[in-house]
């Protein structure tokens, strides 16, 4: 990926993706951007937050990496790409609902089977 696509995401595009996963959940889940540190070290969004309760489904808090795959994030940059990002950024409660149930997630708890997970590799399709 070309430099100035990385910094580009990082300052324009990732940050839009935490505040909608956040505006997902309670205020009790946060969402962090981490910037692409260079070659092999990707935009990471973490999801976190304690479990809620004595009642989680699993043993672990929530504590969730997404990455996203370096040609798609070049594909957002062209002229097309504000308008797939905002059907991406719409199409997101449906993506978390199809995470938990393909994963060992459970956000309603704030619970997970892991104690890290890692979903990468995304796309921006809705």
């Known amino acids: 990926m070309r430099p100035e696509s990385a910094i580009r995401f990082d300052q324009q ?47 672990y808090p929530l504590n969730l990496y997404l990455t996203w795959d370096s040609d798609e994030i070049e594909r957002l940059m062209n002229e097309s790409g504000g308008a797939r990002f905002a059907r991406y950024l719409a199409a997101l409660p449906r993506k978390l609902t199809a995470w938990t149930q393909a994963r060992e997630l459970d956000f309603l708890t704030h619970t997970q089977g892991d104690p890290i997970m890692l979903i990468g590799g995304l796309d921006f399709e809705a």
């Open 13 to 59: 595009f990732a940050p839009r993706i935490a505040e909608a996963i956040a505006a997902c959940f309670a205020k009790t889940v946060h969402t962090d951007v981490l910037p692409h540190g260079g070659h092999g070290e990707p935009t990471r969004l973490r999801i976190h937050a304690a479990p809620l309760g004595d009642v989680g489904h699993y043993p």
